[in-house]
């Protein structure tokens, strides 16, 4: 059986911000694809383009030069109808969580679907409980984003990522400002809500090494604009913690200082 077309491929794409001399260009030629079902988490220095990445393939900003393809069409020929279609079946998590201050967590849950027209209030109803259950939220429908921690907002925001049943979620840094604990309570949400979920395809940017190692079914780096290496989670740990030879290639001696944390190494400071 051949294996189904991706979901995504970006081609040779390029991203460039503002005018010389002061023009920054955080993607130089990024070449990937995202198969179907999969979770890929990118990982590398900050300022190489991870979340640009992600606003690129949600169609929030259009390439310099290169393709960005959806289901095998170029996002670039796309009116903003379909533009728009296409949205509706994806989610994204922000770094904040971005809840609406002035709605309770069940107004919140509840906005996506009748952002789609939705209005059975009784269906409604259901799919914010059992979805806010599903993300160890019981019970709190009444509550005002400003009456939970900052784990809570960020279970709340996923419950409203995935209330209506998306194709595909992007994560970009799920877990920033949360400590180690909770941050590996979202990394287990984050397992969870993709077993659930069956055919989900879904997008992780972080710096969290635990969240890319557990959640991953593969794990690409970028760096310096491109990708430099990509792999199953299992071939990056042991990159990242145990015995490297002598002549490791360079993508694995540049993972191996980001996961670490190594101020030493092929990856300088400020590039």
Known sequence: MSAAPPLFRLEGVHKGFGTPPARVEPLRGVSFE?????????????????????????????????????RGRDLADMGEADLDAMRLRMAMLFQSG??????????????????????????????????????????????MPSELSGGMRKRAALARSIVSSPEVIFYDEPTTGLDPVMSDAIADLLVSTQRVMEGLTSIVVTHDMNVALKTASRVMMLHDGLVVGEAPPEEWRQIAYGEL???????????????????????????
Do not use: C, H
């Open 98 to 143: 971005a809840l609406f201050d002035s709605m309770t967590v069940g107004e919140n849950v509840a906005y996506p679907l009748r952002a789609r027209g939705q209005r059975d209030e009784a269906l409604i109803a259901s799919l914010v409980s059992t979805k806010l259950a599903q993300v160890g939220l019981p019970g709190t429908e009444s509550k």
């Open 245 to 271: 030879p002598a002549d490791a290639p360079l993508a694995w001696r540049m993972f191996r200082q980001f996961a670490r944390g190594e101020a030493a190494g092929p990856i300088q400071l400020g590039k």
């Open 34 to 70: 995202v198969r179907p079902g999969e979770t890929l988490v990118l990982v590398g220095p900050s300022g190489t383009g991870k979340s640009v990445t992600l606003r690129l393939l949600i169609g929030l900003l259009s390439p310099d030069r290169g393709r960005v393809l959806y």
